[in-house]
T-cell receptor, first 114, second 110 residues
């Protein structure tokens, strides 16, 4: 049981390049989330999805796009990377809040934009 | 976007000491959660609180849901070296999103 798997674990991009971060979960969770973590700022929500085929903006969505074509996968795209997007990105999945509430996080993707 | 205020920002303690940290908000939350993040890993859920005034324990950890629903507290008793990490609170209202605190970094010295 892998839980939440993120790929890649590390990446260095040049300004203006594009890339996609992949998140896969094997727990049949409906809800999936992308967060970024920056020093002293905790975790900030970028985009999230409440089910296959749905996406919604979080608090810092600019410069990112997402897709949830399959229930188990949630992709985060950077169309034109900027140095301000240097961060650690975490994916999380969760169940309905009427059940055992709480997210399961992946181990993160460390992205550096130079 | 709103973030929760956690204090202290960092703590340096000796093994065996007790630890207290808290999280405050200007808004009411219906659920409070506490996570721990080990270096190089994602956060892991420690304790979930669902009712105002609720006190819940998980081993040496005890967390409380504040009566005002605007704050929560986490205590760690008899700290050990593996308690090192960043502790995050998170609050949730009626939507499906969690709002995270800024984190408390804990260092434990032998």
């Amino acid at each position: 049981n892998a839980g939440v798997t993120q790929t890649p674990k590390f990446r260095v991009l040049k300004t203006g390049q594009s890339m996609t971060l992949l998140c896969a979960q094997d727990m049949n969770h409906e809800y999936m989330y992308w967060y970024r973590q920056d020093p002293g700022m905790g975790l900030r929500l970028i985009h999230y999805s409440v089910g296959e085929g749905t996406t919604a903006k979080g608090e810092v969505p600019d410069g990112y796009n997402v897709s949830r074509l399959k229930k188990q996968n949630f992709l985060l795209g950077l169309e034109s990377a900027a140095p301000s997007q240097t961060s650690v990105y975490f994916c999380a999945s969760g169940v309905d809040r009427e059940q055992n509430y709480g997210y399961t996080f992946g181990s993160g993707t460390r992205l550096t934009v130079v | 976007g709103q973030q929760l205020n956690q204090s202290p920002q960092s703590m340096f303690i000796q093994e065996g000491e007790d630890v207290s940290m808290n999280c405050t908000s200007s808004s009411i939350f219906n659920t409070w959660l506490w996570y721990k993040q080990d270096p190089g890993e994602g956060p892991v859920l420690l304790i979930a609180l669902y009712k105002a005034g609720e006190l819940t324990s998980n081993g040496r950890l005890t967390a409380q849901f504040g009566i005002t629903r605007k704050d929560s507290f986490l205590n760690i008793s008899a700290s050990i070296p593996s308690d090192v990490g960043i502790y995050f609170c998170a609050g949730q209202r009626d939507t499906d999103k969690l709002i995270f605190g800024t984190g408390t970094r804990l260092q434990v010295f032998p």
